[in-house]
């Protein structure tokens, strides 16, 4: 009995793994195919000065829209991007999709705001990144100073190679953003040596913070680090008024999330946050949110 019982679990072993492959390879011959069929679209979240509820900046957030799964979100398919090597071009056509996106909204009298935009671990320590940055720019003609690039502390192990590399970065005149704050394990005295302009705390220290004294606490410390350093700081994942709440006490004075919205494709993020630039309507250029 065990022995058969063994052997139909070992069967239906097989069969599980055989149809996660095969699905695996399905989806990366239509991953393949997804850029030249324009599947790739970016969707973009606001992020919001606390101060005056204004949108200061928007992230590009990618998502495939799959010809027979519908819309499917980054952690789908990034990792078998990475994994299979088309994190090249997928992140290539992002930066440029979101440097062209950002310069037709500014030519066309939307709020001055910036982009930002995530690499990938391999993206970063690609040979010709920031040669690939600048012909976004210069290709859709964005200015250096609306564009963020956002790595992560993981990207920052070699501290002589990430050093040459963001170095080349900001002398294009980009700004870099340090995503997922906190959650890396890696020693924070590479924050004075590294240009870093933007810490963006992760969305798991805001998550239970109307709760936990130590989440309020680990919060607070970096708010005030980054004010010391004259850095930036955002907070992620903020979907209640409470979780607001006590960022602003804590002088978070930007943030991004749910509670004021989710990413949102193109033509949403004009109806929603480009109102007061419709009532205008008179071809009067809208006050920059700088
Ligand atoms: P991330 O850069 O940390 O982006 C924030 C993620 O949190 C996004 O998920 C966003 O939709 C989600 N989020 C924002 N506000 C809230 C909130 O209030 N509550 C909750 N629960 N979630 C919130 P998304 O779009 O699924 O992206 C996941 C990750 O995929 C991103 O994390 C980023 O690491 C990666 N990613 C997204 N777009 C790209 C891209 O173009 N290139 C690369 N290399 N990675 C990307
Ligand atoms: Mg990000
Ligand atoms: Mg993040
Ligand atoms: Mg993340």
Not at 30 to 51: F, G, H, N, S, W
Not at 61 to 73: E, F, S, T, V
Not at 275 to 282: D, E, F, I, K, S
């Amino acid at each position: 009995e065990v022995k058969k019982n063994g052997k139909n679990g070992f069967q239906f072993y097989t069969a599980q793994l055989d149809s996660e492959l095969y699905e695996r390879i399905e989806l990366e011959g239509y991953l393949r195919k997804a850029l030249e069929r324009d599947e790739m679209v970016l969707y973009y979240q606001p992020q919001i000065r606390t101060e005056d509820s204004r949108m200061i900046g928007v992230e590009a957030l990618i998502r495939w829209n799959h010809p027979l799964k519908g819309l499917l979100a980054p952690n789908v398919f990034i990792p078998l991007a990475e994994e299979t090597g088309m994190i090249y071009e997928i992140g290539n056509w992002t930066l440029r999709e979101a440097c062209r996106q950002m310069k037709l909204w500014h030519a066309s009298g939307g709020p001055l705001i910036p982009v930002s935009v995530n690499l990938s671990s391999q993206q970063f320590h690609q040979s010709n990144l920031v040669e690939q940055v600048k012909n976004a720019l210069l290709e859709t003609g964005l200015d250096a100073r609306y564009l963020e690039l956002e790595i992560t502390e993981s990207m920052m192990m070699d501290a002589a190679v990430s050093t040459a590399i963001l170095n080349e970065l900001t002398a294009l005149g980009v700004k870099i953003s340090l995503d997922d704050f906190g959650t890396g394990y890696s020693s924070l005295s590479y924050l004075k040596h590294f240009p870093i302009h933007k810490l963006k705390i992760d969305r798991s220290f805001v998550t239970d913070i109307t709760e936990s004294h130590s989440d309020q606490a680990i919060v607070a410390t970096i708010i005030s680090m980054a004010q010391n350093l004259k850095m930036e700081v955002i907070a992620e994942g903020i979907e209640t008024k409470g979780q607001l709440d006590i960022l602003m006490q804590n002088d978070c004075r930007e943030i991004q999330g749910y509670y004021f919205s989710r990413p949102l494709p193109a033509s949403e993020v004009e109806h929603d946050f480009f109102v007061p630039l419709r009532l205008q309507g008179n071809g009067t250029p809208p006050v920059s949110s700088e």
